[in-house]
């Protein structure tokens, strides 16, 4: 099902692509501006956590369109480089090197942000999911560099980039139609579920799912060796 999302959506942006072969710009061009992309996504999160208030959701709302928009690029460099036959291997080495800081600022963006409205066990769970992240994708280099073709696990870099986009859209959907809810119990100390909810539990699904993905990789790279 994922594949075939995947091979769509390819399809859908190929129009783009046209377009921009013929502006002249590289793919290591695109990259570079999707990193720039995610570095507004970030500077969205922490100006919500410095300005904004706790229960307000626009900051994450702009950071979850930011962050979707940006991913669109993740697509386009790869197709880019493959219709205008510049495909070099350190094109490949430039875009998963920039795939990693961008991912890495994501993460500190949320971060910030959670910790900054003292969402304290959220932001433990945003920090794990970005040690899973980074431990993806390193299993997958490190296992290419000994000889063994790794890309199997059910959270890559597309799932993880979608989740964390749609969960921030839902958030502040959720807001803007239900207002501050909250559903409380008298035994927690803290709300169990809450509008914030929406975007920290794919957090959390993702701090078990990446990390269950490394696994993955790990055990398949053993059976392969």
Known sequence: MWKAIKKNAYKAITPVVLLLKKTGITPNG????????????????????????????????WFGIITLFGGIFDMLDGQLARLTNKTTKFGALYDSVLDRYSEMFMFLGICY??????????????????????????????????GVECSVGIMQRPERILTIGVAALLAGLVSYVFGDFKYTVSWLPFPLFENISVFTI????LAILTNFTAYQRINYCNNKM
């Open 30 to 61: 695109i990259t570079t501006i999707g990193l720039g992309i995610t570095l507004v996504s970030t500077s969205v999160l922490i100006a919500g956590g410095e300005v904004g208030n706790r229960g307000d959701f626009r900051y994450i709302s």
């Open 113 to 146: 942000y959670l910790v900054a409205h003292h969402y304290f066990l959220s932001s433990l769970f945003a920090f794990i999911a970005m040690i899973g992240s980074i431990m993806v994708s390193y299993v997958r280099a490190r296992a290419e560099s000994l």
């Open 202 to 205: 794919p957090i959390f699904l």
